[in-house]
């Protein structure tokens, strides 16, 4: 749950009173913020009774880890004045009611009365909180403002750095993200593009991928992955998957290969790693280049390779929902190689080197600078919530068993550690995933199909002349694949929730 903290709350504590309200309030389960406004209020509070420097470094101190609500000028403008309150506890009502808080820590709870918003002093804060979680009401599949108190200080500060630049495309803050990225995924070089599918686009287009050619990957992924060699002029060649990793089936792939073939393209679906040593390895017999759809995998490993970075090309998504997202689209691509690296950069803005010269034809494949720098600013959380991803998977690994649901699911398997859980996906093993599915939604238990319909049957891409039978495990893994809420910020609690939701569905059918 997240709150506003009155000023007088801050003034108290640093004063040695309620201290430990703002400990409670640095956990991400009961963040706490304070409004912008009050800071000012704060200090002058502080300075009658100490140095002005003396007040900034205590002001300072007591909000380590506290995110800072600031309104905009149109909230001030727009904040109607009240009978009841002051203008600043006006601002506090806003507040709560634009960021979408539960309410507001106060020492006068009385004074906001006739307000919609709940205020309750200090002491009640652990009160509330187990009221919260007695009465979960719902749990999205992904609920991103949740994790907005870990980092919002870090991103307002650099989204608003680049706005008062002036500077938005391509630039330094993108520099430092293709850096960064490189340095994370063990890949020498990154080019920061528009999008996942963007990514992919650019790395065939580098590897001069195009009509006549064809491309060996996986029939169970989001569309993007073929979509976009199709886009090419290419022809996507599937195999089937692996059943329990869901991912390609490494030795279906040799199979596959013909004179044509020029690339394989494997997807580390869910979050984890396809078995790479022996696609690696056959990718070097037949001289074919491997061009990793990383999109769901940033930070994902296969014997402490990172994804992205084994093969000749990696390629990212920061799609909001990934488990590194921007606040918009973006994508990478990583290489092995200068050579593709400087072709990269050059396809990305038009096939232009130099201004306004074109030796190639490329596209408008730029991220801009906004995305780069709130990216920047969540990647110092990534290894952390990671690590709760992996926990929440193994919470409802044993809750499954501790409920004995074993016979009706299979749970998703660490074949290949690292995996990142970008996504939990169990399998229903009875004829019901569809009504699940919808008895959970409409409980506003978020739960999604990812993905109901393989690749190889989608209309669109009918001329590419499978049908149905080809593929039966890819077919048999759309229909019975089910994802729960995994991320960062899911609770113990509301796991439990979720799993008293599908224990309810089970014993009434
Ligand atoms: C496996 C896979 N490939 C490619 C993409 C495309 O990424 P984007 O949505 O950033 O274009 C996605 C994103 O959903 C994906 O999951």
Redesign the pocket.
Known sequence: MQFLLHHNVIIQAIAGNHHEILEQCRDVKSAGWVLSNSLATIHSHLSKTMEMDEAHDALKKALQGIPVASLTGTDLVETPPSADLDYLDSLAVRTVEVFKLDGIITLKPKVFAESEIRAFPPGELTQVLEEGLASIEKVPILDIPATYPQMWNDVEHEMFKVVRSGHFILGPKVEELEEQIAGYTQAPYAVGVS??????LLALMAADIGPGDEVITTPY??F??AGSIVRTGAKPVFVDIDPITFNMDVQKIEAAITPQTKAIMP?H?FGQCVEMPPLLELADKHKLLVIE?A??AIGSEYLERRAGGMGDFG?F???P??NLGGFG???LVTTRSKEFYEKLKILRVHGMEPKYYHSMIGGNFRIDALQAAIILAKLIHLENWIDDRRNNAQRYHRLFRKFALSDQFSLPMEIFPRHVYNQYVVRVHYSQRDELKEYLNSRNAGCEIYYPLPLHLQECFKDLGYKKGDFPEAERAAGETLALPVSNEVTQEQQQWVIEKIRAFISSH
Do not use: R
């Open positions: 999008s996942g599918t963007d990514a992919l992924t989001f993007a992955t997807v679906l759809d999109a769901q390629c998504s920061f799609f929902t990934k689209d973006a994508g």
